[in-house]
């Protein structure tokens, strides 16, 4: 997804630009930082399977991940019904 500012934008033009750069680029980002640390959790619980307390942090890291990518695919899947409620389209972010 390539992002570009017209030569004499208006507001809306900058708007479109800021948005454009948030679906790009934050929300994947974002993602792809939930998913990391599930996975930094997944190897903590296996690596330190005798320790308890290290266990426990793994654990912790990986409840969070799955919350993470919970709450983001829950509001991404609210805003593309709202979306198309009152048809308004290109406000889901599309990943590729």
Known sequence: ???????NPKFQDLLS???CIINGSVIPLI???????????VVQYVI???????KEKGKQ????????LTVMVSIW???SILGSTFGIQN?????K
């Open 17 to 19: 630009y800021v948005v």
């Open 1 to 7: 997804m390539l992002c570009t500012l017209v030569a």
């Open 91 to 95: 406000v889901i972010p599309q990943l």
């Open 48 to 54: 330190n399977s005798d320790e308890e307390a290290k």
């Open 31 to 41: 993602f792809a930082l939930a998913v990391v640390m599930f996975i930094w959790g």
């Open 61 to 68: 890291f990986m409840i969070w991940g799955i919350i993470g």
């Open 77 to 79: 899947g609210l805003v």
